[in-house]
């Protein structure tokens, strides 16, 4: 029998991080993460989700602002670009593995992106 897709798939809603989160200072741990997800939709017209994290590992982690600002402004250039890495879901990337070794994939359209800083 074949199965019956519906037209108008509606995705699970995203869990994002609790605003108590987003706020705590570097002071808690060394560990910072620049997490990024939403959706997009792929070259044969599917709606896809995608979702992974930046490490900044202990080494960097005490990155100024400014660092971190351009770090997560050159992610968001290639995710208005319409570019997405290769990943699974919830990946985690250093900052070199993600812009040296991953490939980006071009898709037709990211509808929607979101992306926090979580310490911890």
């Not at 490490?55 to 770090?71: F, M, N, P, T, V």
């Not at 070794?101 to 990211?110: A, D, G, S």
Request: aromatic share 12%; charged share 25%; glycine share 6%.
């Amino acid at each position: 029998m074949k199965k019956r897709v519906k037209k108008c798939r509606r995705l699970p809603k995203f869990n994002p991080l609790p605003a108590y989160l987003r706020n705590l200072r570097e002071l808690i741990s060394p560990i910072v993460y620049a997490r990024f997800y939403g959706n997009f939709v792929t070259t044969t017209g599917k709606l896809r989700r995608f979702s992974f994290q930046v490490r900044l590992d202990a080494a960097r982690a005490r990155l100024s602002g400014a660092e971190k600002y351009r770090i997560v402004r050159a992610i968001c250039g290639k995710l208005l670009l319409n570019q997405i890495p290769k990943h699974k879901p919830g990946q985690v990337f250093s900052i070199s593995e993600l812009f040296d070794m991953t490939r980006w994939i071009q898709v037709r359209k990211v509808l929607q992106y979101k992306l926090g800083m979580a310490y911890g």
